[in-house]
Nanobody, 120 residues
Framework: QVQLVESGGGLVQPGGSLRLSCAAS????????MGWYRQAPGKEREMVAG???????NYADSVKGRFTISRDNAKNTVYLQMNSLKPEDTAAYYC??????????????WGRGTLVTVSS
């Protein structure tokens, strides 16, 4: 009933920038928290950035100062502006939304992911 669709991934050179978007749709009552996670093959999934409905943000130390998370509550969309990209940023990026769906069901939805490759 609820799905998240990421977009904006691709191939970029080190030092370049990408902007990821994730739009949530479906039977959504409210979305409280949204975030971005990433996972590279053979590595653990890690939280990259999160944002609350009030706009409070947090970042992984590895991306702090380079990435900026934002959201458009009216569109149920979260963004991740990624600057000064490094090869170690290469991963599949997934967005996550937590809140409430219809029927009082807790919402914890994941997108299918978008691949970011940083290579020269």
């Amino acid at each position: 009933q609820v799905q998240l669709v990421e977009s904006g991934g691709g191939l970029v050179q080190p030092g370049g920038s990408l902007r990821l978007s994730c739009a949530a749709s479906g039977d959504i009552l409210s979305i409280n928290d949204m975030g971005w996670y990433r996972q590279a093959p053979g590595k653990e999934r890690e939280m990259v950035a999160g944002i609350t409905s009030r706009g409070n943000t947090n970042y992984a130390d590895s991306v702090k100062g380079r990435f900026t998370i934002s959201r458009d509550n009216a569109k149920n969309t979260v963004y991740l502006q990624m600057n000064s990209l490094k090869p170690e940023d290469t991963a599949a990026y997934y967005c996550n939304a937590k809140g409430w769906a219809t029927w009082g069901t807790a919402l914890n939805a994941w997108g299918r992911g978008t691949l970011v490759t940083v290579s020269s």
